[in-house]
T-cell receptor, first 111, second 112 residues
Framework: SQQGEEDPQALSIQEGENATMNCSYK?????LQWYRQNSGRGLVHLIL?????REKHSGRLRVTLDTSKKSSSLLITASRAADTASYFC???????????FGKGTHLIIQP | KAGVTQTPRYLIKTRGQQVTLSCSPI?????VSWYQQTPGQGLQFLFE???????NKGNFPGRFSGRQFSNSRSEMNVSTLELGDSALYLC???????????FGQGTRLTVV
């Protein structure tokens, strides 16, 4: 069963704009991770944020975590065509087995 | 450092047959997890192995099984294939199951 639910399901923006994706989950977690997947290939790990952290940055990525609302957001600044992909949040811990993935947000960057 | 290697990349099988997929994790990683990805159900956790022991198992029927060898390489087996088993099967390795996971390119299984 899905733990994380990404929102929106699909997002199309112009190159150079910022993209924001949200993830909500249901149970307590140890950490939350974001992954990117290009067209039916393997997933690439982007960033991990622990349950006691509120914000984390990595290059053009900014992730926030609000454990009281059981939600996280991923911000990609100054988007590029190469950012076109599906983005998944995954939760770890909280009694679940392994990493539990949401259904993903499909991001399209228009040139 | 070599990445996670999954073989084969593509596979076509007939309903009722069985299939074995292989995964070689990153050197030094002792945790290997398997996931099934389909358009309808998304990414679903199958099982996790750590040091040759199955630590966690997802909600899949007993037709899905796996094992891990002493060199951390893992195999998963699906017996009595059904059309609904058609999916992308992804393997991920990590130092521990909850840590950052490194995924292979996946095996695309088509059951006809």
């Amino acid at each position: 069963s899905q733990q994380g639910e990404e929102d929106p399901q699909a997002l199309s923006i112009q190159e150079g704009e910022n993209a924001t994706m949200n993830c909500s989950y249901k149970t307590s977690i140890n950490n939350l991770q974001w992954y990117r997947q290009n067209s039916g290939r393997g997933l690439v790990h982007l960033i991990l944020i622990r349950s006691n952290e509120r914000e984390k940055h990595s290059g053009r990525l900014r992730v926030t975590l609000d454990t009281s609302k059981k939600s996280s957001s991923l911000l990609i600044t100054a988007s590029r065509a190469a950012d076109t992909a599906s983005y998944f949040c995954a939760t770890a811990g909280g009694g679940a087995d392994g990493l539990t993935f949401g259904k993903g947000t499909h991001l399209i960057i228009q040139p | 450092k070599a990445g996670v290697t999954q073989t084969p990349r593509y596979l076509i099988k007939t309903r009722g047959q069985q299939v074995t997929l292989s995964c070689s994790p990153i050197s030094g990683h002792r945790s290997v997890s398997w996931y099934q990805q389909t358009p309808g159900q998304g990414l679903q956790f199958l099982f996790e192995y750590f040091s040759e022991t199955q630590r966690n198992k997802g909600n899949f029927p007993g037709r899905f099984s796996g094992r891990q060898f002493s060199n951390s390489r893992s195999e998963m087996n699906v017996s009595t294939l059904e059309l609904g088993d058609s999916a992308l099967y992804l393997c991920a390795s990590s130092t521990r199951g909850e840590n950052e996971a490194f995924f292979g390119q996946g095996t695309r299984l088509t059951v006809v």
